[in-house]
């Protein structure tokens, strides 16, 4: 039956989220676990040392720091390395709200790409530290440039993915983070560029709302 088997080709980067869930609603924690991962231990202004050392040593060490594959989560941290995020967020997904916002009036700043690496076991890798690295170094004063140009990777490297695993058929673009609606087109005009044919949600959502039609659909199959 069409849809009854599926395989995981490819994946996002992994990061330490220090704290678990508690991290969501504070995204200079998820910058901090990425902090871990490229070995930068000082804090971003405004952030406590004492708190910031903690996180790092968390993340670093794999206390209560679970791995997580989520863009959402590196849209969070993006935001709060560009100052869009410095202490708590009232609901999921309003770092990047503001992150889209700010990256909607701006030019895309030079930046490097988000390349596609295979794993051990031969998976194709979205990996975002070269980005980030060169973010930080950055330290932009203003969020506008880098907020777009943080689109424009995550869409190129998207869309790199999906023609390397060499897809039979069309793209459905799905989940939360295709809400936003910069990304979204974005993905879809590099994925028709490269003669592949995107899908985009209508009748039921990308995020949250659209998971209990999916399960019903895999119960059915099984």
Not at 46 to 56: E, F, K, M, S, T
Not at 140 to 163: S, V
Request: hydrophobic share 50%; proline share 10%.
């Amino acid at each position: 039956l069409e849809g009854a088997e599926w395989a995981r080709v490819g994946t996002l980067r992994s990061a330490p989220l220090p704290g678990g869930d508690v991290a969501v609603a504070e995204p200079v924690r998820q910058l901090a676990g990425r902090c871990a991962v490229l070995g930068r231990e000082a804090p971003p202004p405004g952030v406590d040392p004492a708190r910031w050392a903690a996180w790092l040593r968390q993340s670093s060490r794999g206390v209560n720091a679970p791995a997580t594959h989520a863009v959402g989560r590196l849209f969070d941290a993006v935001a709060a390395a560009l100052g869009l995020a410095p202490g708590r967020v009232s609901w999921e997904g309003q770092a990047a709200v503001r992150l889209e916002r700010a990256a909607r009036s701006a030019d895309p700043a030079p930046h490097p790409a988000m390349p596609v690496v295979e794993d051990a076991g031969g998976r194709l890798v979205l990996d975002w530290v070269p980005f980030l690295d060169a973010l930080l170094d950055a330290a932009p004063e203003e969020p506008g440039p880098w907020a777009r140009a943080f689109h424009e990777a995550l869409a190129d490297g998207a869309a790199t993915l999906a023609r390397r695993a060499g897809l039979p058929g069309p793209v459905a673009l799905t989940g939360g983070v295709f809400q936003n609606r910069l990304l979204a087109e974005g993905v879809a005009a590099r994925l028709e560029a490269a003669g592949l044919e995107p899908l985009l949600h209508r009748a039921v959502p990308p995020n949250d709302g659209g998971v209990a039609f999916g399960q019903l659909l895999a119960a059915g199959w099984r």
